[in-house]
C-alpha cells in the first residue's frame, strides 16, 4: 500500500512539473530589450502603419480602432440574421459586400475577384518597422462585437527577404490569397473565431495549418485581452493572458522565417481595438 502512495506522489510530482515545464516562455534566460513600441495616444502614431485594402484606422480614446469600410453594414445584416459568416451559406455575408464594393469603388471591384468569386473587402494593416531575428511581439486586444476574424501577421518579407513594401513584389489590396499564395513569406496566427474555437498558425505562402490551440479569447468574446507572439530562432510561442496557446517548432522543409515586418489583418465582419502594441528583441 505504501509503495502504491509512493508511487502516487511520484506521479502526481512529474506531473507537475512536467505541466510548469511546458508553461515556461522561451523568453525565460534571455535578455529582452524594447525595439519599438506604440500606444495609439495621438494621430501621429498611425504614421507608423501603412493600409491595404479598404480599411479604416484611428485612434480613439487613446486606442487603435480599426474596421473595413464595409463593417457597419454588415454588422447591421449580422446581428438581424440576414447574412452570415459561413461560406457555405446563399446567406454568406460576402454576396452583400460584392453589391456594396461594386457601387463604392467601381475601380478597384475587379481586383476583389478570384476567379468569378468576390473575395474583397478585408484589410491588413502593416506596421513599417522590420523586427530582428528573434523577438517578442505584444499588445492588448478588444473586440466590442462577438464577430470573427482577427489575424496577427508576422515575420514577413518577400523571397529573397525584401520588405513588404518593394515595389517589385506584386501589388495587395487586402484579398486572402494574395498574402497566403503570393510571393510574400510570412507567418500568421487567427483568432477570436467563436463557430471554430481555435487559435489557428499558418506559414505562407501555401496557407499552411501547422498548429493550433484553444482560442482563451472566446472565454471572453468583448473582453480585454493581452496577446504575446514569441519568435526564437525555428520555435514560436502563442500566449493569450500569459496562458500558453501553443508552442511551435517550425519543422517545414521550406527555411524558417526569420526578422520581417508584422501586420494586423481584420476580415469584413471584425472590429478591433488595440493598444500598447511593442515588439522587444530577444537575445
Known amino acids: 500500500m505504501m509503495t502504491t502512495f509512493k508511487y502516487f506522489i511520484l506521479l502526481t510530482s512529474f506531473l507537475f512539473f512536467q505541466e510548469a515545464f511546458s508553461q515556461e516562455s522561451l523568453e525565460s534566460n534571455k535578455s529582452k530589450t524594447l525595439f519599438y513600441q506604440c500606444n495609439f495616444d495621438n494621430k501621429s502614431s498611425l504614421e507608423d502603419w501603412v493600409m491595404e485594402g479598404p480599411g479604416i484606422a484611428r485612434v480613439k480614446k487613446g486606442k487603435l480602432e480599426i474596421y473595413s469600410r464595409y463593417h457597419k453594414k454588415v454588422y447591421r445584416k449580422m446581428k438581424k440574421g440576414k447574412v452570415v459568416f459561413e461560406e457555405d451559406s446563399p446567406k454568406w455575408y460576402q454576396y452583400y459586400v460584392d453589391g456594396l464594393a461594386k ?9 476583389y475577384k478570384s476567379g468569378k468569386v468576390f473575395r474583397g473587402g478585408h ?20 473586440s466590442p462585437i462577438p464577430y470573427p476574424l482577427h489575424m496577427i501577421m508576422f515575420s514577413a518579407t518577400g523571397e529573397n527577404g525584401e ?31 467563436p463557430k471554430r474555437g481555435t487559435a489557428n498558425m499558418r506559414k505562407c505562402p501555401g496557407r499552411r495549418l501547422v498548429v493550433k490551440g484553444e482560442d482563451k479569447t472566446l472565454k471572453d468574446l468583448t473582453g480585454k485581452h493581452h496577446m504575446k507572439v514569441v519568435k526564437w530562432k525555428d520555435q514560436i510561442e502563442f ?6 496557446i501553443f508552442l511551435y517548432k517550425d519543422d517545414q522543409k521550406d ?6 515586418q508584422t501586420a494586423i489583418r481584420l476580415m469584413v465582419p471584425a472590429r478591433g481595438y488595440y493598444d500598447n502594441y511593442k515588439i522587444y528583441e530577444l537575445k
Open 163 to 193: 520588405d513588404v513594401f518593394d515595389p517589385l513584389l506584386k501589388p495587395r489590396c487586402g484579398i486572402a490569397g494574395q498574402y497566403t499564395k503570393g510571393d510574400l513569406h510570412n507567418y500568421r496566427i487567427s483568432f477570436l473565431a
Open 123 to 142: 484589410l491588413v494593416y502593416w506596421n513599417k518597422i522590420k523586427t530582428p531575428e528573434n523577438y517578442v511581439i505584444e499588445f492588448d486586444f478588444q
Open 103 to 111: 457601387k463604392a469603388e467601381p475601380e478597384l471591384y475587379p481586383i
Open 239 to 244: 500566449r493569450i493572458n500569459d496562458e500558453l
Open 255 to 260: 527555411k524558417t522565417l526569420g526578422g520581417g
